[in-house]
């Protein structure tokens, strides 16, 4: 029984330096950074990696929504902003961490994560800088 759990240990500690080695060289933005930059009319583009049903459902203002599924065929109109800064968010930050490795690969060199996701924004922004859609309105 101990080797047991003696195995599921190592399993974590495994897992947990796996991850933080796959992902701490993924850069990062705050909600309060990205909220002062956006207030100061910063020039970024905020990509909202979400599934668009969820994206409707409200948004970070300026977003705009491509579904990390869509992100490889539609590279060529990102095209535009290769030496601009790309913010990527998805629900809670963890999806969209391997879009900005992939839009690494492809050269573009200013890409950062939402530490967080939307979860994080709404939280640290009170609700005050998010768009909720009025679909039955709309």
């Keep these: 029984m101990k080797l047991v759990y003696v195995l599921i240990g190592v399993t974590i500690l495994i897992w947990t330096w796996f ?68 913010v990527l968010v998805c629900h809670s930050g963890y999806s969209s961490r391997s879009a900005v490795k992939y839009i690494q690969s492809k050269g573009f060199k200013d890409v950062v994560n939402l530490r967080g996701g939307v979860m994080a924004w709404r939280k640290a922004t009170a609700g005050a800088s998010w768009t909720e859609l009025d679909v039955e309105n709309a």
């Excluded at 948004?59 to 990102?78: A, T």
């Design 19 to 86: 991850r933080r080695r796959v992902f701490a060289s993924i850069p990062m933005i705050n909600p309060s950074e990205l909220a002062e930059a956006l207030d100061n009319d910063c020039d970024w583009l905020l990509l909202d990696m979400r599934p668009g049903i969820h994206f409707q459902q409200g948004y970070i203002p300026g977003s705009v929504n491509l579904p990390i599924d869509k992100l490889e065929s539609s590279m060529q109109q990102l095209e535009a902003w290769r030496e601009r800064r790309i």
